[in-house]
């Protein structure tokens, strides 16, 4: 008979894929396993492997392997911590908070203090997740885990309703609109999201650009703030703004074949009809030039260069020329930011426009 106790402790097996294997694990982490016996060792990495793989797409199940592996090793810190982290995806946050006093009374350290701070949160502890940011343990995390800290005691602040505490405790050195660090986009949003809370829309707007022009990565919704708050939708760390389309426009227009007989010309007796040599044709070539200089005829390489223009002999005038659409730009950023809206040439940039990829003598 099974006694009580140890029915409450027993987990059963979850099933392994057998493409899992123990060197899948972190090295430094497998050096901790080495106090287990081969096999244990082996299992528990095969179980840990499978817990980090499951944890985003399917956090139950990957629960249950992280709490086989406590089961077996539960003696070792970083199985404990890795527990800790697994059941704070799942929401199980009593759990993932006794893993992590578990882990850093063996192993010492900071732990995860600022995940610790968060559960406290969760828990309805704001009081708690302050005092855990004023720690001795606070000050020997990481600059990431550091930010991290930040960005939930100024939640926590927000909860005891200091709303203009929690806005000031977010203004530190990495928060400069023109950085790019990975925590970045999260500190930016963060400290947008309190300027709102306090009432201060206007500067809570231009934040929340800030946080999605460094958010390449999609972890946060500035975006849907931005468009929530002013009725601009942006675009996504996806889109560049960019329109690409072709314009249906008769060849017939703007160039004519070489070689080609003039309408008339063997009624007129003319034995020759052909059109002249490059050389020969000047005022076409000024015409063109004259056209790009009205600034309405630029387009993603749809009308040709001048002097592509002169050697095949055709006067492209201004009046004929298709006029560009509208590219689409963020016309209203508050940043000023990355709009691709796409500028007439003039004659000055003409041969310094960068190729579109097509044959510039292309019909």
Known sequence: MIPESAERTFVAEPDLPASITPSDLDGSVRRDLRG?????????????VAAGVLVDEDPERALEHARYARRRASRIAVVREAAG???????EWNEALGEFRAARRMGGGPGHVH??????RALGRPERAIDLARSPEARDLGAEERIELLIVAAGARRDLGEVDAAVVGLQVP??????????????????????????RESES???????????????????ARIAELTGDELPGVDDDGMTIGWE???????????????????????EDATVPAPEAVSEPAAQVGDTAEAG??????????????????????AEDSPEAGDAPGIGDNPEGGDDHAVDGTSDADEHDRPSDGTEADRP
């Open 85 to 91: 982290i697994v059941a704070y995806h799942a929401g």
């Open 174 to 199: 990495e928060l400069d609109a023109a950085r790019r660090d990975p925590w970045s986009a999260r500190l930016f949003y963060a400290y947008a999201d309190n300027l709102l809370a306090a009432g």
């Open 248 to 270: 249906d426009v008769p060849v017939d227009e703007f160039v004519e074949e070489p070689g080609a007989e003039e309408p008339g010309a063997e009624d007129a007796g003319v």
């Open 115 to 120: 995940v610790m701070a968060d559960i406290e």
């Open 296 to 317: 309405d005829t630029a387009d993603v390489g749809d009308t040709a260069e001048a002097d592509d223009t002169a050697e095949v002999g055709v006067s492209a005038e």
């Open 36 to 48: 287990l016996q081969k096999e244990t060792a082996e299992s528990v990495a095969r179980h840990l």
């Open 205 to 223: 707007v231009q934040w929340f650009v800030h946080a999605h022009d460094a958010d390449t990565d999609g972890q946060t919704d500035a975006a």
